[in-house]
């Protein structure tokens, strides 16, 4: 039997193992020991942390791994990155993830190869004088750990008596000696799902996202189609072809944030693996790959490319070719317009507590694609933060966008969680 390796036992790798497990391979999965969800599904755990890459080499040797993966988190991508050059296998190499898990490091890749983003400086954490080296960038700013996600660490700010109170904040969400001061970029701000095999971008997939506005916007849920005027998809394109060139990236899949300024594509970032929140389920929903108890065709052809496939997105008798409508650009698949609409939000506690009750009185409806709750009564849960302070999800699809969108709402209000 072949064996996967999966970085973490988090809600977003577990249909990572799910998907393994269903395609007949033996599922081994690391996380630090913790209420994880995805060990109950594993075949084998071990109990090492996802970022400790020497420790899990030395397992994924002895285990004789055919391919190691995670997804929805950068913290496992450096450890993935290293296993799968050590060991010859598909996925990022050790210097693509390197670059996609340190903001500092992908902002001067970018800039090295012209892809547009946001002026910036790298900045040294024990530097008293850095108030000096962003006083030519315009403000407001954002101040970024380089390390971290889910929005943590990344504060924005409008002048400089708030300088001090945003250093503090990235340096408590940082493991490194450096952070990011960049011009925030006012605009209209969209993500993309996309897959890179051998060196080509299969596709992009744009997707809306809902955003809750705190230090920074913490995405809470999303929806697709997020559809861009022909010119913009060839702007996103060509600045992704760019910044991949850019960060050496080959072999993933890819998570990908970009800003619209005054008709053109800012690259914000892109890390090199599936993205989370329900972001692996949407490309499985829109490109009509199938979908059955929280699995995604998606996460199936993701692991099955970690496994050494060479993956056919979009075969000529596939349901998106044949009812969707392919945009080109120099000749290549960029985007195909038409796919089936859908859209997820997370379920969200306003306050730290303990859930007292959880009540699901919606109706059935083969349009509600998954219904998911991650913790039960009696559970501690966290007002919702970040990302990982989920409840829970919904995803629902449609005819239509508003059709998706209108079931969400209806089926969110048919769910009532209490928290004391
Ligand atoms: N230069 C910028 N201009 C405008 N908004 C930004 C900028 N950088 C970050 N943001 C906002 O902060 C969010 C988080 O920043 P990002 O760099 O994507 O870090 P994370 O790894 O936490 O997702 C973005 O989704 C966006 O809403
Ligand atoms: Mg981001």
Do not use: W
């Not at 970022?51 to 450096?78: P, R």
């Not at 001067?108 to 002026?119: C, I, L, M, P």
């Not at 080959?250 to 972001?279: F, S």
């Not at 056919?312 to 998106?320: A, G, K, L, R, T």
């Amino acid at each position: 039997m072949k064996k996967l390796f999966i970085l973490g036992a988090g809600i977003y790798q577990v249909p990572l193992i799910k998907a393994a497990k269903k395609l007949g391979y033996y599922t081994i999965v690391t996380s630090i020991p913790g209420n994880y969800p995805g060990f109950k599904y594993a075949d084998k755990v071990y109990y090492e942390n996802t970022t400790d890459y020497k420790a899990l080499l030395e397992i994924a040797k002895e285990e004789k791994i055919d391919g190691v993966l995670t997804a929805g988190t950068d913290v496992a991508v450096i450890s993935q990155g290293y296993i799968a050059e050590n060991l010859g296998l598909i996925g990022p190499s050790f210097e693509t993830a390197q670059i996609s898990s340190d903001k500092l490091r992908m902002k001067k890749s970018y800039e090295e190869f012209g892809v547009r983003t946001a002026r910036y400086r790298g900045i040294q954490t024990d530097d008293e004088n850095y108030t000096e080296k962003i006083a030519d960038l315009e403000l407001p700013l954002m101040f970024k750990s380089v390390d971290s996600s889910g929005s943590r660490g990344i504060v924005k700010v409008n002048s400089p008596d708030e300088f001090e109170a945003a250093r503090n904040i990235v340096l408590a969400n940082t493991r490194t000696d450096h952070f990011v001061v960049e011009e925030f970029v006012e605009g209209e701000e969209f993500g993309a799902q996309a897959f890179i095999q051998d060196g080509k971008l299969e596709f992009i997939l744009p997707h809306g996202d809902y955003i809750m506005q705190g230090d920074a916007g913490v995405p809470y849920g999303h929806y697709a189609p997020y559809d861009l005027p022909d010119d913009i998809i060839e702007d996103v394109y060509l600045q992704t072809e760019k910044a991949l060139k850019a960060m050496k990236c080959e072999n993933c899949a890819l998570n990908a944030d970009y800003i619209i300024k005054d008709g053109k594509v800012y690259v914000l970032e892109i890390g090199a693996r599936g993205g989370g929140a329900c972001l692996m389920d949407l490309a499985s929903i829109y490109f009509d790959f199938g979908y059955e108890d929280g699995v995604g065709g998606y996460h199936e052809m993701i692991v099955r490319h970690a496994m050494g496939e060479h993956i056919d997105f979009f075969p000529e008798d596939s349901s998106i070719m044949k009812n969707g409508v392919p945009i080109f650009t120099n000749g290549k698949l960029v985007y195909i317009k038409g796919g089936v609409a859908n859209a997820s939000r997370m379920m969200r506690s306003d306050r730290d507590g303990v859930i007292v009750s959880l009540e699901d009185l919606h109706e059935p409806d083969p349009d509600i694609v998954s219904v998911q709750f991650d913790y039960k009564v009696g559970d501690q849960v966290r007002k919702f933060r970040v990302s990982p302070d989920r409840l829970g999800h919904v995803i629902t699809k449609g005819k239509t966008l508003d059709d998706a969108v209108d079931l969400l709402n209806r089926t969110l209000d048919k769910i009532h969680i209490e928290i004391e």
